[in-house]
Each structure stands twice: as structure tokens, then as C-alpha cells.
T-cell receptor, first 113, second 112 residues
Framework: QQQVKQSPQSLIVQKGGISIINCAYE??????FPWYQQFPGKGPALLIA?????SEKKEGRFTISFNKSAKQFSLHIMDSQPGDSATYFC????????????FGTGTRLKVLA | ETGVTQSPTHLIKTRGQQVTLRCSSQ?????VSWYQQALGQGPQFIFQ???????GRGNFPPRFSGLQFPNYSSELNVNALELDDSALYLC???????????FGEGSWLTVV
């Protein structure tokens, strides 16, 4: 019940295309859903996050869509650029008590020039 | 840059040895969490410290221990190192009550 399932494992997109990464969770106590971007040899960097009281959040080219009833959320990267090539992790946590993050297994995105 | 600094960046240890990793949290952040990231995997929660007390622990054995100091910096100690402990160890800081956590660049530990 603590798992966060992420797909696809890897993704190749043409420059200017839309990258879509999906995550699903089981624990209904989760109420905070961030996405992290990680470049090789670096720590994960917070990209964007959403709470379940909204269905969508947009920051620049990055959008999170959230479906509470399906317990799914996704990251959309619009106008994907070669500089977006990285590994993306979704995560989930409950904001009551310890803010322990449960991470997905990651999606390796490659954007072709 | 998140303002979270970790040291050392890389180290190699022998099986059975002990290691201490250090973390300075972002200015004003009073909560520190430690995560282990194996190659090709997502980070896994080890434990969290808030106001110098352990405030939650993941599925890691007692040979993983930690400390938080009055200035909110933190240490992760691992005793009796095993080959499977080889990983990137990430420190993340946050402001108590805030959901957002910010990671440092990590410490790469190789156990041989």
C-alpha cells in the first residue's frame, strides 16, 4: 500500500514534443505529490508539486494532472527540449506526521534534438 | 542550488567498516531527512530528524543511525558496512510543517 508505481521506465521524445509520465498510488492518506528531476551525478531537484484539492497545476512548460478518484497523477512536459533529458521521479507523502516521501522507480527521458 | 551541502562527495570503504556522512541544511530549515538511492532506483527513506530527535524511520536496520545538531546540521552513520550499502546517500532539508523537501547533491558510497 506504500508503493508508487511509475511508468514508463524510459521515454524518447522529439524536440518540441510532449513528454508524459504517469504515476499511481494506493495509500489514500497521501496528500502531497511532488515531481523531481535528476541529472546524472546530481541530487534530485524539486520541479513541481500538487495537492489533491486541485486537478491540475501548471508551472511554465511543466503541468501536473491529478485524478483523485483513480489515484493517479501525471507530469506533462510541453515543448520538450534536449536540456530536459534527465530522470524524473514522482513521489507521494502524507503531510501528517513524518513527511516520508515514497518515490516511484523513475523515468529516464531523452529528448532528441 | 538548494543550499543543502553534503560531504564527502565520494568515498570508498571496506566491508565491515563504519562511515559517517555529513549534511548542512538550507538556512532556516529545521528538519533533515536522509535517503538511500541505489543505482537506477528511486530514493528510499532512511529517517528524519526534527529538533534533534528522530522523527520517523524507514525499513533500515539499526546499524543506520543519525544525529541532528543544534544548528540543524546532521550526520548519517552506518556501521558494519555491507556490499549492498553501496549507493548515493541523499540529505534533504525542509522547514517543519512544510511538505517541500530539498535535496543536496549526495554522497556516493562504494563498499568493496
Amino acid at each position: 500500500q506504500q508503493q508508487v508505481k511509475q511508468s514508463p521506465q524510459s521515454l524518447i521524445v522529439q524536440k518540441g514534443g510532449i513528454s508524459i509520465i504517469n504515476c499511481a498510488y494506493e495509500n489514500t492518506a497521501f496528500d502531497y505529490f511532488p515531481w523531481y528531476q535528476q541529472f546524472p551525478g546530481k541530487g534530485p531537484a524539486l520541479l513541481i508539486a500538487i495537492r489533491p484539492d486541485v486537478s491540475e497545476k501548471k508551472e511554465g512548460r511543466f503541468t501536473i494532472s491529478f485524478n483523485k478518484s483513480a489515484k493517479q497523477f501525471s507530469l506533462h512536459i510541453m515543448d520538450s527540449q534536449p536540456g530536459d533529458s534527465a530522470t524524473y521521479f514522482c513521489a507521494a507523502s502524507s503531510t501528517s506526521g513524518t513527511y516520508k516521501y515514497i518515490f516511484g522507480t523513475g523515468t529516464r527521458l531523452k529528448v532528441l534534438a | 542550488e538548494t543550499g543543502v551541502t553534503q560531504s564527502p562527495t565520494h568515498l570508498i570503504k571496506t566491508r565491515g567498516q563504519q562511515v559517517t556522512l555529513r549534511c548542512s541544511s538550507q538556512s532556516g530549515h529545521n528538519t533533515v531527512s536522509w535517503y538511500q538511492q541505489a543505482l537506477g532506483q528511486g530514493p528510499q527513506f532512511i529517517f528524519q530528524y526534527y529538533r534533534e530527535e528522530e522523527n520517523g524511520r524507514g525499513n533500515f536496520p539499526p546499524r543506520f543511525s543519525g544525529l541532528q545538531f543544534p544548528n540543524y546540521s546532521s550526520e548519517l552513520n552506518v556501521n558494519a558496512l555491507e556490499l549492498d550499502d553501496s549507493a548515493l546517500y541523499l540529505c534533504a532539508s525542509s522547514l517543519g510543517g512544510s511538505s517541500s523537501i530539498y535535496f543536496g547533491e549526495g554522497s556516493w558510497l562504494t563498499v568493496v
